[in-house]
């Protein structure tokens, strides 16, 4: 497999099977404190989760409850006072931040609240950015697609600010998925738009999302949009307190009769 293709996202067939099975997304412990003068506050305490490969799961909290705090931990953008995380298998916070950044381009894609394009740059150049960051030979070949799905063919060569909110959300969520990234994560994407602008922008973020088999992680307070997960975590005082799913787990039994290669009889 060359270069291009890996760092465009791609498994490289070497990867060890503990790699290969392992969650797309696993929290253990994960506490963060910050020192202010005298005093250390406790922002996030033990958090704990796993987030399985094709998952969309919804980070629910008031203002400061710690879940943006936790997203960052998460992307290896801030790093806890104690606990780990691990992307598909890869204890990020063994890695020095050269590594995480690497592990990002190769594996995560970023969806902010304040868009984060870059100003000089086009559109099509923010969305050939990462893959240009990547090595990947075909770039503009690659970004063009993704600008036309996400209805912006005519405002390729236009700068962010001659975009509106809404069309730059859609750069960016054109740059977000054009590496493919196994894992999206999400910061109050829908933040900075009026409701119905923001309903096309989720609108167009699930699609994307189930069109390449993305496991989303999605932080928000907005009760109606975290229902669109199929799970949602909610945190409170920085600590996680609940964890609700719309999936149906298999009973014991059921379990014990699908490995035996038996139909499971209806209620």
């Not at 594996?107 to 969305?127: D, K, M, R, Y």
């Not at 799905?149 to 069309?167: C, D, F, I, N, T």
């Not at 992680?217 to 907005?222: E, G, K, P, S």
Request: net charge negative; hydrophobic share 45%.
């Amino acid at each position: 497999m060359d270069q291009g293709m890996k760092d465009h996202g791609m498994v490289d067939d070497r990867m060890d099977d503990d790699k290969r099975h392992a969650p797309a997304l696993k929290a253990v412990d994960l506490t963060k404190r910050v020192t202010t003068g005298e005093s250390a506050l406790l922002i996030l305490s033990n958090v704990s989760f796993e987030v399985e490969a094709g998952a969309s799961v919804a980070v629910l909290g008031a203002s400061g409850s710690g879940k943006t705090t936790l997203l960052g931990l998460l992307a290896g953008l801030d790093t806890p006072s104690s606990g780990r995380v691990e992307v598909h298998g890869e204890d990020i916070f063994r890695l020095d931040e050269d590594g995480r950044a690497a592990l990002r381009q190769r594996l995560i894609g970023f969806v902010f609240q304040s868009f984060q394009l870059l100003p000089a740059l086009t559109a099509l150049e923010n969305v050939m950015l990462p893959l240009e960051l990547a090595g990947v030979p075909d770039a503009r070949a690659q970004a063009l697609p993704l600008l036309e799905r996400v209805g912006l063919a005519a405002r390729v060569g236009h700068y962010p600010k001659q975009l509106s909110g809404g069309e730059q959300q859609r750069v960016a969520l054109a740059r977000a998925f054009v590496t493919r990234p196994k894992l999206l994560m999400a910061d109050e994407p829908t933040g900075n738009l009026d409701a119905a602008t923001g309903s096309g922008v989720i609108e167009l973020m699930f699609e994307l999302n189930r069109e390449q088999g993305t496991t989303l992680v999605l932080v928000t307070h907005d009760e109606q949009l975290a229902r669109r997960c199929s799970r949602r975590l909610r945190i409170a005082a920085g600590e996680l307190v609940s964890d609700e799913s719309d999936a149906v787990r298999p009973t014991a039994a059921a379990n014990t009769v699908a490995a035996a290669g038996l139909a499971v009889p209806s209620a």
